[in-house]
């Protein structure tokens, strides 16, 4: 009996651990509003990111987000690396192409200008802090490579709050006539307009872009931005575990024997 109980008590143990790897189980904090929480694809101990869905998502990013959001972490080659939208090596140049960079200068001091390659990072919309304020009534678009990280709630956050617009103000709430109001930020006031209609993207793979698609498949987007090497810490996870748990019942089993005629 005691032995079982060791046993349960184990699996216990390896189980939870393997459980609270989970980045799910953020906390929601104090929102008056529940998130919406549609189940993504790389939830789970083992969920993965599904391809289709990143790859939406950056092009909702770069036709609507990347107006005003930087997300300095990332480089172009991200876009083609193993566990992110694995787009092919060729097109992720193309992308890069298509933005330019001045960081380097002539032989008379004049600035010269290239095309981006796969290893720059991805453009600031803005040239300073002050610039991007100027521009959004003194609130500043914050970087959005790790935003999913930083906020309470994570993706589920992001999710509802690209979705919380349009909604009536409630009695008793007052908004700034330049803030928009949206129950899922901290206050209700947003500085941040709506920033996705129905169709505000035409996807290159035949997808409806409802609000509510555009808005799963860019917080998908935003999700591996904030951690690429989730699927290979997933996997690392899960081998690591099942060694463990092989690991454990061999010495179980052989603690037992060693001690069985001892007393
Ligand atoms: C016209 C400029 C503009 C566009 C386009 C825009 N945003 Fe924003 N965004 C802002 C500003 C300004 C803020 C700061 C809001 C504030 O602090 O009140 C913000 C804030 C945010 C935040 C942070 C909210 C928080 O909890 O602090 C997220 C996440 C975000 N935007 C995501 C997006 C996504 C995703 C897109 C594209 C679908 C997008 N934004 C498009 C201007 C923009």
Redesign the pocket.
């Known amino acids: 009996m005691f032995e079982l109980n060791k046993i349960s008590f184990l699996l216990f143990l390896i189980f939870n651990t393997l459980f609270t790897f989970d980045g799910d189980a953020k906390s929601a904090g104090g929102e008056t509003y529940d998130l919406i929480k549609p189940g993504f694809s790389f939830e789970g101990a083992t969920g993965t990111f599904d391809r289709a869905q990143l790859r939406r998502g950056y092009q909702?990013?770069k036709e609507?987000?990347a107006?005003?959001?930087s997300m300095k972490q990332l480089s172009f080659r991200n876009l083609s690396q193993k566990g992110g939208p694995e787009y092919t090596e060729s097109d992720a140049k193309i992308f890069a192409s298509e933005f330019f960079i001045t960081d380097s200068f002539d032989d008379y001091g004049d600035p010269i200008e290239r095309a981006r390659v796969l290893s720059d990072r991805f453009p600031d919309p803005y040239e300073s802090k002050e610039a991007a304020k100027a521009s959004?009534?003194g609130?500043?678009?914050?970087d959005?490579s790790l935003?999913v990280k930083a906020?309470s709630g994570g993706y589920n956050?992001?999710y509802s709050?690209?979705q919380g617009y349009g909604k009536e103000i409630p009695e008793g709430v007052e908004i700034s006539d330049t803030?928009s109001y949206n129950p899922w930020?901290?206050g209700g006031?947003?500085?941040?307009?709506q920033?996705?209609y129905d169709e505000s993207v035409e996807y290159e793979d035949g997808t409806y872009a409802s609000i509510e698609q555009?808005s799963a498949d860019?917080t998908a987007f935003?999700a591996w931005s904030a951690e690429p090497e989730m699927e290979e810490r997933k996997r690392l996870g899960f081998i690591v575990m099942s060694f463990l748990f092989i690991f454990a019942l061999l010495m179980f089993f052989t603690t037992n024997r060693l001690w069985r005629d001892v007393h």
């Open positions: 909702v990013y609507v987000c107006s005003c959001h959004n009534n609130a500043y678009p914050p959005l935003i906020r956050y992001i709050l690209l803030l930020f901290p006031g947003i500085a941040m307009y920033p996705l555009m860019v935003l």
